[in-house]
């Protein structure tokens, strides 16, 4: 750890003063009372410190020093908080949590972009895509779930079955599933956590041939995109959130219904 | 994962009024500092900000409110009674009654801020050299300098050394506010 020096300075070096690589000896030192050496660097530490008494001396005053720091303010550590702090704490607790939810309606859209944007040409091609890409580590890290066993929704009815979930984002919580339709179109469905102030919100858009859709049921929030006509966005709610909430959604997804002859699925 | 944020944070404000308490030695003084410190976190993320390291962000609005509330005494000067002045100089008692440490306590006291603040976030707190840099905006390499200089200042001054050896330029400096303040309470 010591630098090597010719002995005749060696010898008069005062410990803790010399100059050169005084600053890293130093910031060794320190580190070592702060117990941030790997062992194989403390061991030479100690090592080192035992030849130098003087220095092992002031060493051992400054672990002291830690010590007694704690046993001076500890008490205010154990003590209780008082009820304006705790109150704080807990406002913060909740406007942390809503902020994270806000992320996660974020990753919401920036999926739902990717898909419209990028992978687009997918749900829209006559040949049936390839299956999800999935590695080994996607099942081992739980990134990956086999085949949608955490969606109970049966689409049946909307002509499409499930072909895998996962999970895109574990904090926030994020999930993707994916249905495919008989000719190998595909629909994707991102389901999260909703905020309290957003559990009452829907927005529904249209990209072209791709239709998005953004609702609540209870505490969860919904993200349906995929190349559906007015009705089957609305059998998929129906399946997801039940009838009744596909009812309550029809005035918007589906304002002219009756006017409009919807798609048949292919 | 919400209930690990709610401990977390209910671990991290109570370090904050340890730190508080260690800075200022006044309880009242210790809460309001954190209390300003949790407002002024909420009002950051109320606009829209994100805090990627709660705890180093906390500690980090506790320092600046602390400075700012000692620049504004020493700009505007505060009536105190010798009795309340009192009451905060003395150290307060350990458990095991060990001399030591109201030794510590008052040679903490004599340190500059800068070297204090360092020792007590490393010593006490227990934050890395990298998160004590990222508190107080300064590089880690002068982290480590404060914080040699300030456990070889309080080893001295434990020994009783301090006015045999000549202070530092910083040191010096830094005296010299300490003066100036105390001129301003006085």
């Known amino acids: 750890v010591w630098p090597s020096r010719p002995d005749h300075q060696r010898d008069r070096r005062e410990p803790g003063r010399s100059l050169g690589s005084h600053l890293l000896k130093e910031a060794l030192l320190q580190a070592y009372v702060d117990d941030l050496l790997n062992p194989h660097r403390r061991h030479e530490v100690e090592h080192s410190l035992s030849e130098h008494p003087r220095e092992a001396a002031r060493i051992r005053d400054f672990q002291s020093q830690n010590h007694e720091l704690h046993e001076l303010f500890d008490r205010y550590f154990a003590a209780s908080t008082p009820a304006n702090i705790e109150a704080l704490q807990r406002h913060l607790v909740k406007t942390l949590r809503r902020q994270r939810r806000r992320q996660a309606y974020g990753w919401m859209a920036a999926a739902a972009l990717f898909v419209i944007v990028v992978v687009g040409a997918v749900i829209v091609g006559p040949p049936p895509a390839p299956p999800i890409p999935w590695s080994f580590d996607d099942v081992v890290n739980g990134m990956r779930t086999d085949i949608a066993a955490d969606m109970k929704a049966d689409l049946d009815a909307a002509g499409f079955k499930p072909i895998g979930t996962r999970q895109i984002s574990k904090e926030p919580d994020v999930t993707q599933h994916v249905f495919e339709s008989a000719t190998g179109r595909r629909i994707m469905l991102y389901e999260s956590a909703a905020a309290p102030e957003d559990q009452k919100r829907v927005n529904f858009s249209q990209e072209g041939a791709v239709s998005v859709l953004f609702w609540t049921n209870k505490d969860r929030a919904f993200t349906l995109v995929g190349e559906l006509d007015h009705n089957s966005v609305l059998q998929v709610v129906s399946a997801v959130s039940g009838e009744h909430q596909a009812d309550g959604l029809r005035a918007i997804v589906a304002p002219d219904d009756g006017v409009r002859q919807p798609t048949p699925i292919r | ?186």
């Not at chain 2, 904050?16 to 210790?30: K, Q």
């Not at chain 2, 009674?81 to 009654?97: F, G, M, R, W, Y």
């Not at chain 2, 510590?104 to 998160?131: D, H, R």
């Not at chain 2, 300098?145 to 400096?173: H, K, Q």
């Open chain 2, 1 to 186: 994962m919400d209930s690990e944020l709610a401990e977390a944070l209910h671990t991290y404000v109570k370090s904050l009024r340890r730190y508080a308490m260690a800075m200022t030695r006044d309880s009242n003084e210790a809460d309001d500092l954190v209390q300003e410190c949790l407002k002024r976190a909420l009002i950051y993320i109320h606009n829209g900000r994100e805090i990627q390291n709660l705890r180093a962000y906390l500690f980090t609005i506790l320092n600046n409110v602390y400075s700012d509330e000692l620049s504004r005494k020493r700009r505007t000067g505060i009536v105190v009674s010798i009795d309340s002045e009192t009451v905060k100089l003395t150290a307060p008692p350990c458990q095991n009654a060990r001399m030591e440490c109201r030794d510590l306590s008052w040679a903490l006291n004599q340190l500059p801020a800068e070297q204090k603040e360092v020792v007590l976030l490393i010593g006490l707190e227990g934050l890395s050299y990298q998160t004590a840099a990222e508190v107080l905006n300064i590089p880690i390499g002068t982290v480590m300098s404060r914080l040699s200089r300030g456990r070889n200042a309080l080893r001295r001054l434990l020994e009783g050394r301090i006015a045999s050896e000549p202070p530092r330029r910083e040191d010096n400096l830094v005296d010299l506010r300490s003066e100036a303040r105390r001129a301003s309470v006085a």
